[in-house]
């Protein structure tokens, strides 16, 4: 299995560019969800699927879109990049949202 | 609101020691409690999951405890390696909270040859 995966590693963007952080698990997992990381803030949910066709907001959500078309894949868009969304964005999944998480590599973004 | 506490934030020991990572939440009422590991600009690798009928988990030189109805988790490393150096990351699955983990900000230890 290769777990939880993440594309791309890094990425640059400019003030209001758009774009698509991809995310796919190959555990069969239900539960999907995205996390953003910040010095001083720790990590912070932005958006959760419990199954596909299910999506709900985290503490984090502006700014941000998601989708869940499949079990297995759950993209974060960035609909017009700002400065504040400067950070490392991580995936997890699990078979339910109370069993263990586990954790892709993370996209470090730096938005200018 | 849960909150997650972590101390210290910072530790350093030499290599061969024991050593204790603490880690406290506000509000008892919780599925789980899992420790992290992150080493640095990498992601998250899932160390122990402690349910929260269970008071403690153990893999290799790790043990986690939970006491619940005080709000505390340890991480116990036994015979710390110099490859043991990363920050450590506890996070809560809250009832109240839709399955999200709410994330302590990490114990960052540091094990001198």
């Not at chain 1, 997992?29 to 066709?53: C, F, K, N, T």
């Not at chain 2, 934030?9 to 409690?33: K, M, Q, R």
């Not at chain 2, 619940?68 to 009832?95: F, H, M, W």
Request: charged content about 15%.
């Amino acid at each position: 299995n290769a777990g939880v995966t993440q594309t791309p590693k890094f990425q640059v963007l400019k003030t209001g560019q758009s774009m698509t952080l991809q995310c796919a698990q190959d555990m069969n997992h239900e539960y999907m969800s995205w996390y953003r990381q910040d010095p001083g803030m720790g990590l912070r949910l932005i958006h959760y699927s419990v199954g596909a066709g299910i999506t709900d907001q985290g503490e984090v959500p502006n700014g941000y879109n998601v989708s869940r078309s499949t079990t297995e894949d759950f993209p974060l868009r960035l609909l017009s990049a700002a400065p504040s969304q400067t950070s490392v964005y991580f995936c997890a999944s699990s078979y339910l949202g109370i069993y263990e998480q586990f954790f892709g590599p993370g996209t470090r973004l730096t938005v200018l | 609101k849960q909150e997650v506490t972590q101390i210290p934030a910072a530790l350093s020991v030499p290599e061969g020691e024991n050593l204790v990572l603490n880690c406290s939440f506000t509000d008892s009422a919780i599925y789980n409690l899992q420790w992290f590991r992150q080493d640095p600009g990498k992601g998250l690798t899932s160390l122990l999951l402690i349910q929260s009928s269970q008071r403690e988990q153990t893999s290799g030189r790790l043990n986690a405890s939970l006491d619940k109805s005080s709000g505390r988790s340890t991480l116990y490393i036994a015979a710390s390696q110099p490859g043991d150096s990363a920050t450590y990351l506890c996070a809560v699955n809250g009832e109240t909270s839709g399955s999200r983990l709410t994330f302590g900000e990490g114990t960052q230890l540091t094990v001198n040859p």
